[in-house]
């Protein structure tokens, strides 16, 4: 059976989009099915027209399409790449995990693995606080965590973090980073073979 993944992601200047287009070449790599996807914006128009920067990447990024409960059920492994806000994940990504209480409802989010990125203005902007939030949830869905612990000696290179890949917005990704990321999705996609 294919590996059906769903790369979910939120960005407003571009960083989880990277991180989320690495991922999507990596997964692509090892056999899955992608699909690319983002949370819908819920921030007003006018905010977002306010910021040249926000505005720039939600300009070069209008044509991937918006996440919906349809793409969930249809995966069978999630990554989940969202930026971190005041130590959680953004109220962008939040809308979206709340508009799936339907598909909860029936078993479609359970007994399926999921990993997830984050990143944030500086390195302890909280992180591996959000990569929790976002685990939390998972577990209240029935899914399989999927860290990348410390499985590659990449991890350390990249600031050491279990829980998933963490990205300190405005540097370069590097071969490090590339890899890092790689690294969690290969790992994703063979749990997910596994399972299915």
């Avoid at 090892?30 to 007003?44: C, D, I, M, Q, Y």
């Amino acid at each position: 059976m294919t590996v059906k993944l769903a790369i979910i992601y939120y960005s407003s200047y571009g960083t989880n989009h990277q991180m989320a287009t690495i991922a999507a070449d990596a997964a692509k790599a090892a056999g899955a099915e992608v699909r690319l996807l983002k949370a819908r914006e819920t921030a007003p128009a006018e905010v977002v027209a306010g910021v040249d920067a926000w505005k720039a990447h939600a300009d070069a990024t209008a044509d991937i399409p918006e996440a919906t409960a349809e793409d969930m059920e249809w995966a069978n492994a999630y990554l989940i790449s969202s930026g971190t806000r005041f130590g959680v994940m953004t109220s962008q990504m939040r809308a979206f995990i709340d508009t799936l209480g339907g598909v909860w409802g029936k078993g479609g989010l359970a007994n399926k693995p999921v990993t997830a990125m984050t990143s944030a203005q500086n390195t302890h902007g909280g992180q591996e606080t959000t990569l929790q939030s976002l685990y939390t949830t998972v577990m209240h869905w029935g899914g399989f965590v999927v860290a990348p612990g410390y499985t590659d000696e990449i991890i350390f290179k990249t600031g050491g973090n279990p829980y998933g890949y963490s990205h300190t917005q405005g540097d370069d990704f590097d071969d490090a980073a590339k890899a890092a990321i790689g690294h969690q999705t290969r790992r994703l996609v063979e749990v997910a073979a596994k399972l299915a």
